[in-house]
Nanobody
Framework: QVQLVESGGGLVQAGGSLRLSCAAS????????MGWFRQAPGKEREFVGA????????YYVDSVKGRFTISRDNAKNTVYLQMNSLQPEDTAVYYC????????????????WGQGTQVTVSS
């Protein structure tokens, strides 16, 4: 069982930056691939990016490439999402998720989910 707690969301102006954190419970954090997803009002949950257990592999959705960076610190059981050049269309609830299987862009691949943190970007 893995418990995930996101933090770091908030209100930011367009062009600004935020760093989201996701703290995980348990002693086998490095065995899990970690993903970030987001869900805007009235829209389906969307894949943002993912990172392998070692951190050596990363995937991003095209809309955030070059602006968002995923990283992890396995010693701290934490995964991060650094978001730069934020735009109003990035407004959503952001969720982290853990998968004991391989990296995937599909939400159904992830077994554990955090409660989400709100990111609001004003224009």
């Amino acid at each position: 069982q893995v418990q995930l707690v996101e933090s770091g969301g908030g209100l930011v102006q367009a062009g600004g930056s935020l760093r989201l954190s996701c703290a995980a419970s348990g002693r086998t954090f490095s065995r899990y691939c970690m993903g970030w997803f987001r869900q805007a009002p009235g829209k389906e949950r969307e894949f943002v990016g993912a990172i392998s257990g070692s951190g050596s592999m990363k995937y991003y959705v095209d809309s955030v490439k070059g602006r968002f960076t995923i990283s992890r610190d396995n010693a701290k059981n934490t995964v991060y999402l650094q978001m730069n050049s934020l735009q109003p269309e990035d407004t959503a609830v952001y969720y982290c998720a853990a998968s004991s299987r391989s990296l995937s862009t599909s939400s159904s691949w992830y077994e554990y989910w955090g409660q989400g943190t709100q990111v609001t970007v004003s224009s």
